[in-house]
């Protein structure tokens, strides 16, 4: 591995709609379908100060994202999940296309990109990604979507397991939620 190569996160995260993360401390299963929306604004609320930190472009050990980098997936997890919910909400138990992160952070230069322009960019696409979650009807929280390695979410677990990346990565960043 080349020292500016990123360790590919292969684990399967889904496990967190059903107990508390042990590194963030997020439990993301206690959270309904109708605080998803407050909740994914609450969670991008640090962006926009860290995204001008002085070293926001540094990796800060070998292997794992700059700041840059995560405020850039942070501003793309919420597309891809506004994405996923508008299909589930359209289809009867559609697939989801393959989203690889890693892949996506290399394509899209996020180590290049304007922290500012992230930064301004986070706030609109988490909010397209709330308004979504709060006009979702009462009937449609256990509509189903599925990964391709089989993984089935509901609209509501699809939220929950959303909502675990964004605040995970606000730790994973050192900018845990204030309560």
């Not at 190569?5 to 309904?32: H, L």
């Not at 597309?79 to 289809?91: I, P």
């Not at 990109?113 to 397209?128: E, F, M």
């Amino acid at each position: 591995m080349a020292a500016d190569e990123i360790v590919p996160d292969s684990k399967d995260w889904t496990w967190v709609v059903e107990r508390p993360c042990p590194d963030c401390g997020f439990e993301a299963g206690a959270i309904s379908g109708h605080a998803l929306g407050a909740q994914i604004l609450r969670a991008v609320e640090p962006w926009p100060d860290v995204l001008r930190r002085p070293e926001v472009r540094e990796r800060k050990r070998p292997g794992v994202w700059s700041d840059l980098e995560y405020g850039a997936h942070v501003r793309d997890v919420c597309g891809v999940f506004e994405g996923r919910l508008q299909l589930m909400l359209q289809q009867n138990d559609p697939p989801f296309d393959n989203w690889d992160q890693d892949a996506a952070a290399v394509e899209g230069a996020y180590a290049e990109q304007s922290p500012l322009t992230v930064a301004a960019q986070i706030g609109p696409a988490a909010d397209a990604l709330a308004t979504r979650f709060d006009t979702v009807p009462d009937d449609a929280w256990t509509r189903t979507g599925r990964r391709s390695n089989g993984s089935t979410f509901t609209v509501l677990t699809l939220g929950q397991y959303c909502l675990h990346d964004l605040i995970h990565h606000a730790y994973d960043v050192g900018a845990p939620l204030q309560s």
